[in-house]
């Protein structure tokens, strides 16, 4: 390419930032995620068996990696040359922070920024060769590219699942390949301590491990155990041999040590820092303990010389202490914790918490850190320096960028891949929730609401991987991939190509890429999905695929009768089931593309309400609002629960109408409530049903809720519904999550 067009280019590009260009391509890149801007030219660059570059322009690891990366996945080496080479090099000014372009013309024009873009340069070469017939291209194209966020994280908890430094080098690789640049290393929780400690050496020789571990969901009852020893931890020599390894590829690790809650491990191996000094041992199940650091002076000095021990070995900048769901019940009868409240001028337990992290903040500053926490670090006053992650949605996160304080974006409703992936019943258990790939794509961690200078306090955003139902390499490359790329793509940059066009790169290049790296993804997102959706007279099935000319055979049992009736529905379409009386349908779908075979078996409850229109006014939790005509399709949520098939409410009061395309003579109401304590999951107290009226409204009926399924007699002719439901203000005391708000979650609402 003639030099001077070459820097015309570049001069126009850089004047367009935060922008991904596609303007008169035929194709699309197959770089994931997708450059700022990408011109694609005629032809093809083939490419020779060994290609030449300048190696002693490189960084020594970084050349490492590439013939790695060319010989496994390209069966490709380079070879060094002080001659004209393949590759050639030209470092730049006065350009956006990590910028690069490709020029692909009779060989290969890297310009880049720093050695950080020069990789990310490397890494969409790579991406960017194609094969046909065992010969090796490249597209000729134009590219120039750098990130839109800083901050474009991934979080392992270690501490649930503990994971061998091998294991964690490959994860490190994966992200690197798709451009992932924080690591959020969760170390420490109530299930295990992962990181040695020279000062203490019981926090691992005792802390590191547990006798049992929970079995299925731990909300199933009654509860079951392994009976089998867990656990593991880094020595600090491994840590730094990790540290290593991701700062080779331009990844930064924040560690993440708990407190003052989620602190069962360290308390297990020295309960003379907890309020009541009793001896206890690691527990091998999931939630919320009362059991947290006291907040005596000997506490701080513990904790202090452990945070002494994590700054030296950390070179970033970040601290990540944790925050998150302490509860204040052993706080609240601790001689010593009532002591500091009085001796500091403190208000209440809240602002105890609040003291807590201001100290443990001012040490950190001193040793050149800084301090980041869960969005609770909120509760009674924001430390000075502290950054916020933002994870019960995106409020803490505006409540602190509004303060001046720096934001990472990780709500739970986008950013949890320990959510379920697919509503196919064959995914492995999880926590709950369900957080699809393009709900991910869809991602945007600068909330509406912030002026510019509110949002420039966005760091970015994270994904968490928090490993209670994952316990080994295998099902968390399953959870993180291809989500993470997903999450990539929306932290690269916001103006993305839409879902399908990303769909398809992902699809066509870089699953057989993943194939080939041996990442055990899911690939859920292909698989054709079912909707059952109610309407007045009846069930409406629809089956949505990819591909739209998948057909699929599918069987309608009714009322128990063992004959079938058969049925062709094409994918996309819809296909009624009429309602009687009284009738369970159940349904088998079978898919014919024996690629995507999977086989639905589905009962549905016919009743009056069947595709009711339903206005909220109480609007339910993005993290757990699927879809609102979960609540009349004729389906009863599954236990344990599953984030689709429930709708989740964090208020105290519900308030939604319900409302029929004409009257209904209505006997019963009967409402599917969840319960699910140990994930905060409560019933609520009462439930009023009201006929709305503009002057006043009229209570038909009022009923106290005991049980998860609730019927309430109504006897009325009817058009329209409203429904108010509330439950209390604050978890109580001795419950997990006590002092938050609880959930409410709700299914079916069935008329008959």
Known sequence: ???????????????????????????????????????????????????????????????????????????????????????????????????????INDYVFISYSNEKSLFYALESFIQLIQTEEDIKYIPKAFIQDYPKFEWRGLHLDVSRHFFTVAELKKYLDIMAFYKLNIFHWHLTDDQGWRIEIKAFPKLTSIGAWRDSTIINHFTSEPRQYDNTIHGGYYTQEEVKEIIKYAQERYITIVPEIEMPGHSSAALAAYPEYSCNQKK????????????????????????????????????????????????????????????????????????????????????????????????????????????????????????????????????GSHCYFDHYQSKSKSEPLA??????????????????????????????????????????????????????????????????????????????????????????????????????????????????????????????????????????????????????????????????????????????????????????????????NYTQSVLTDGQYGMRPWRGHEWIGFDSDNIVFEIEFEKKKKIKTVNFSFLKSNGSWIYLPNELEIYKPSRKREKLFAKSTIKTEQTEIKINRRIRKLRFKISTFKEIPIGLPGEGHTPWTFLDEIEFN
């Open 431 to 624: 926590i709950g929730g369900y957080t699809s790939l393009e709900k991910v794509y869809n991602f945007n961690p600068i909330p509406s609401g912030l002026n510019s200078t509110e949002a420039s306090f966005i760091l970015g955003g994270q994904a968490n991987l928090w490993t209670e139902y994952i316990p080994d390499m295998n099902q968390l490359e399953y959870m993180a991939y291809p989500r993470a790329i997903a999450l990539s793509q929306s932290l690269w940059c916001t103006d993305k190509p839409k879902f399908k066009s990303f769909s398809k790169m992902l699809y066509t290049y870089h699953f057989p890429l993943l194939d080939i790296l041996e990442v055990n993804y899911s690939n859920s997102s292909l698989k054709p999905s079912i909707d059952f959706i109610g309407f007045n007279k009846g069930i409406r099935i629809k089956v949505n695929s990819k591909d739209s000319s998948d057909v699929f055979q599918t069987n309608i049992s009714e009322d128990g009768i063992s004959k079938n009736k058969t049925f062709t529905l094409k994918a996309n379409h819809y296909f009624d089931v009429q309602a009687k009386k009284e009738n369970t349908v159940k349904t088998t779908i079978t898919f014919k593309n024996l690629k995507n075979s999977i086989t639905s078996n589905v009962t549905l409850k016919n009743h009056l309400g069947l595709g009711a229109k339903i206005t909220f006014e109480t609007a339910p939790n993005p993290q757990y």
């Open 1 to 103: 390419m003639n030099l001077i067009l070459f820097r015309v280019l570049v001069l126009f590009f850089v004047m367009t930032p935060g922008s991904c260009y596609y303007a008169q391509i035929k194709d699309i890149s197959p770089i994931l995620p997708s450059p700022v801007v990408y011109k694609r030219a005629k032809g093809n660059l083939y490419l020779p068996k060994k290609i030449s570059l300048n190696k002693e322009a490189f960084p020594e690891p970084m050349i490492a990696q590439l013939d790695t990366l060319l010989e496994k996945i390209h069966a490709l080496e380079t070879v060094d040359t002080r001659g004209k080479a393949f590759i050639r090099l030209r470092k730049l000014k006065n350009v956006p922070k990590d910028f690069y372009s490709i020029a």
């Open 280 to 411: 206890q041992s690691v527990p091998g199940v999931w939630g919320v303990f009362d059991n947290i650091y006291c907040t005596k002076e000997e506490t701080f000095v513990f904790l202090e010389t452990i945070l002494e021990e994590i700054t030296e070995l950390f070179p970033g900048d970040y601290i990540h202490i944790g925050g998150d769901e302490a509860p204040k019940t052993n706080w609240e009868y601790c001689i010593n914790c009532q002591k500091t409240i009085q001796d500091n001028a403190l208000l209440n337990e809240k602002e105890l918490q609040s003291y807590f992290i201001k100290r443990i903040d001012r040490f950190l500053l001193k040793k050149n850190k800084k301090l980041l926490g869960w969005d609770e670090i909120l509760e009674g006053g924001l430390s000075p320096n502290a950054a916020v992650m933002s994870w019960r949605g995106m409020q803490g996160g505006i409540i602190a960028a509004k303060k001046s304080h720096y934001v990472v974006m990780t709500p």
